[in-house]
């Protein structure tokens, strides 16, 4: 049977497309898999401003509070996870929860060669290999100067880590909006850092920092002495649930970028 020189041309054509495709696909880089992890939520840190005066660097006075539950680190893994989604649609999102106390207290020192992390690291690569992640978001806490926002300046002394409640007795403010004064305030804060994590060499590809806080004051509040007060327990909860999830998400979306 003779084939035209027009139906040559074609069965030509269709195979170096066929060909052409298929090398396509094949330099296409695998979609990432990425496994969060967060170690931010084993304990709140109750940090008072003490009222005195002097020289001191940290004129606070600090209570941990350990939290055995794991719901602000699960709120900070799903706050990543949905800054994955968002930053890299076609990556796969594993979410890992580990609870031993020594990896809380390694954090990203973890990634750090030595006899201190060495092993942790290496439990934590066989983890995350066995769950076929290419990647982790690791979330851990980061210490930083205690800077919570007013509205047109900042107010805070010292250092905090992590996640907690900021409380000063003795902040004198005023309502911009009413003109309405009060005494003290306390600020629910979450200091993150976001780093992401090469599985197959737990090396960091990179990292960004993240930073939330919400003020509560009794200004307005006739039924508050104080601002410890103007705030029930559940209403404490879902403000430092919701600074986690703000800082996490925000500096996830940022390091996501990086793949």
Same mark, same amino acid.
């Given at each position: 049977?003779?084939?035209?020189?027009?139906?040559?041309?074609?069965?030509?054509l269709a195979s170096?497309?066929?060909?052409? +495709?298929?090398?396509?696909?094949?330099?296409?880089?695998?979609?990432?898999?990425?496994?969060?992890? =967060?170690?931010? #939520? %084993?304990?709140?840190?109750?940090?008072?401003?003490?009222?005195?005066t002097g020289s001191q660097?940290?004129?606070?006075?600090?209570?941990?509070?350990?939290?055995?539950?794991?719901?602000?680190?699960v709120a900070a893994a799903v706050a990543a996870e949905r800054a994955i989604?968002?930053?890299?649609?076609?990556?796969?999102?594993?979410?890992?929860?580990v609870r031993d106390q020594r990896l809380f207290s390694l954090q990203d020192r973890v990634l750090e060669p030595g006899p201190a992390s060495d092993g942790m690291r290496e439990a934590l690569q066989a983890l995350l290999l066995k769950e076929k992640a290419t990647h +982790?978001?690791?979330?851990?806490?980061?210490?930083?100067?205690?800077?919570?926002?007013?509205?047109? =300046?900042?107010? #805070? %002394?010292?250092?905090?880590?992590?996640?907690?409640?900021?409380?000063?007795?003795?902040?004198?403010?005023q309502s911009e909006t009413t003109g309405q004064s009060g005494t003290g305030y306390f600020a629910c804060y979450?200091?993150?850092?976001v780093t992401l994590v090469d599985v197959a060499t737990m090396?960091?590809?990179?990292?960004?920092?993240?930073?939330?806080?919400?003020?509560?004051?009794?200004i307005g509040r006739n039924d508050a002495s104080t601002a410890w007060d103007a705030l029930s327990a559940q209403g404490k909860e879902d403000n430092l649930v919701r600074v986690a999830e703000q800082a996490v998400f925000r500096a996830t979306l940022e390091v996501a970028a990086v793949l």
């Open positions: 049977m003779n084939i035209s020189l027009q139906a040559r041309r074609a069965l030509l170096l497309l066929a060909l052409s +495709l298929a090398s396509a696909r094949a330099a296409e880089p695998p979609k990432p898999t990425i496994a969060v992890l =967060s170690l931010i #939520g %084993d304990e709140l840190t109750l940090v008072t401003r003490r009222m005195s660097l940290d004129r606070n006075d600090r209570q941990a509070i350990p939290i055995a539950n794991p719901a602000f680190d989604k968002q930053a890299l649609p076609s990556a796969e999102r594993i979410r890992v929860s +982790l978001m690791l979330v851990t806490k980061r210490r930083d100067n205690a800077q919570f926002r007013m509205i047109d =300046s900042y107010t #805070g %002394d010292g250092k905090v880590s992590g996640m907690g409640i900021y409380i000063d007795n003795t902040k004198d403010l979450a200091y993150v850092k090396r960091s590809l990179g990292a960004r920092n993240g930073t939330e806080s919400v003020m509560t004051t009794p």
